[in-house]
């Protein structure tokens, strides 16, 4: 999949063309606002994550002007502007969809993939990477809910983390660190074995839905379809 990515930020560049390469993520980056649409148009991406904040033109003029040439391409808007009124701009000037700064990495390729398996179907090459659906469990990234097939799955919001990150990674261990991380961010007082805690009671909501959760010794732990 090739996406194109209109950031100004060095270190952003770096980091997401590194880190949505090792996940066959091919990323083009593009600097400037002005220079965006060209390349756009050179490049032929399968999705665009466009900058509001760009120098010469800012992202929505991007949008703009490309929808006006004809670009239907799937736009994801990346922005630190994250209010009600900044979302529904960028939806109005014809933003697929749209996501404040700073994300998660795993979120943000969930939102890639979906909006390019939105544009090309469920038959192309990515047909078989579906990290947002595992068993019986489906992820929607437009409201963050986890499904059990057409029922909603009830979690609370360290359940929810810890199982949006595990579908993420459809087939690969999660480490105890990053989970910790994720589940208990910026909460210095709790304790490392508290993830034990949330994993426990997590299997147990688990049952039933196709879905298991292992545990994978000195790795980390694995959400895999029930066999």
């Known amino acids: 999949m090739k996406l194109l990515l209109v950031e100004d930020d060095p270190t952003m560049q770096i980091t997401l063309q590194r880190t949505l390469g090792r996940r066959r993520i091919d990323v083009r980056v593009c600097g400037d606002g002005a220079q965006a649409v060209t390349q756009w148009r050179a490049i032929e991406p399968d999705v665009v994550a466009l900058d509001l904040s760009l120098p010469n033109l800012d992202g929505l003029q991007v949008l703009a002007q490309a929808r006006a040439e004809g670009l239907r ?13 900044d979302r529904i701009v960028g939806l109005n000037a014809g933003a697929d969809d749209y996501l404040p700064k700073p994300f998660d990495l795993d979120e943000l390729e969930a939102r890639i993939r979906a909006l390019r398996r939105r ?56 480490t105890k660190e990053r ?49």
Do not use: C, W
Not at 74 to 79: D, E, H, K, M, N
Not at 143 to 157: D, H, K, V
């Open 73 to 85: 391409t799937p736009v994801l808007l990346l922005t630190a502007r994250g209010t009600v009124g």
């Open 119 to 174: 544009s090309h179907g469920a038959t192309g090459p990515d047909a078989g990477l579906n990290p947002q659906e595992i068993g019986g469990l489906r992820f929607e990234p437009d409201n963050g809910a986890i499904y059990n097939r057409a029922e909603l799955l009830e979690l609370t919001p360290r359940e929810l983390a810890l199982l949006k990150a595990l579908m993420m990674k459809p087939g690969h261990a999660v």
């Open 179 to 227: 989970l910790f991380e994720l589940v208990f961010p910026g909460e210095t007082d709790v304790q490392y074995e508290a993830i034990e805690v949330v994993v426990y009671r997590l299997r147990k909501k688990l049952v039933g839905t196709g879905a298991v959760l292992m545990t994978m010794r000195g790795l980390g732990y694995l959400l895999r379809p029930e066999t």
